[in-house]
């Protein structure tokens, strides 16, 4: 059966590899150190982890269940979520509705822009695999998260 410590382990793998080829993204871990990551860009305003980010872990709720979230979040630090989470859900439903899984999209009343479940595999290895496999996939959406972004900064100062 997987472990706290096997996951934990692994997700210091999954920073490192996050981490390493110059695109610009940012990985945080929340204190205590464990099993659980954002990635964001610095534009996203995720510096004190309460911004747009794609986040992933592995707690207690998720072992027991043998499945991990990885969702785009946009919490209510950014000043415009509402407008975010409409616009989001308007620009990239149909780039989510076509990637294999099943993402869930959310408009209201929750920081959850979009997630998936993934199931676990065989081993903490391949399970962190298949969640890097999810934030590389949801990575792809920058260029709609930056337009949003620019749309409702500039929406904001107008």
Request: hydrophobic content about 35%.
């Amino acid at each position: 059966m997987e472990t706290a410590e096997a996951f934990e382990s692994e997700f210091r793998t999954l920073v490192d590899e996050l981490r390493k080829g110059g695109e610009g993204w940012e990985v945080r871990q929340e204190p205590p150190w464990g099993a659980y990551l954002h990635v964001s860009l610095p534009q996203w305003g995720d510096e004190d982890m309460n911004g747009i980010h794609i986040e992933t872990y592995v707690l207690g709720r998720e072992l027991a269940a043998r499945s991990a979230p990885v969702a785009l979040h946009c919490e209510s630090g950014c000043p415009f979520q509402r407008q975010f989470m409409k616009l989001f859900h308007e620009r990239a439903a149909a780039h989510t509705e076509a990637w294999p899984g099943n993402y869930t999209m959310q408009v209201v009343n929750s920081s959850t822009a979009c997630e998936i479940s993934v199931p676990f595999a065989s081993t903490p290895k391949e399970t962190v695999q298949k969640l890097l496999t999810e934030i590389r996939r949801l990575q792809q959406l920058a260029p709609i998260v930056d337009g949003i972004i620019k749309d409702c900064t500039q929406a904001e100062s107008a």
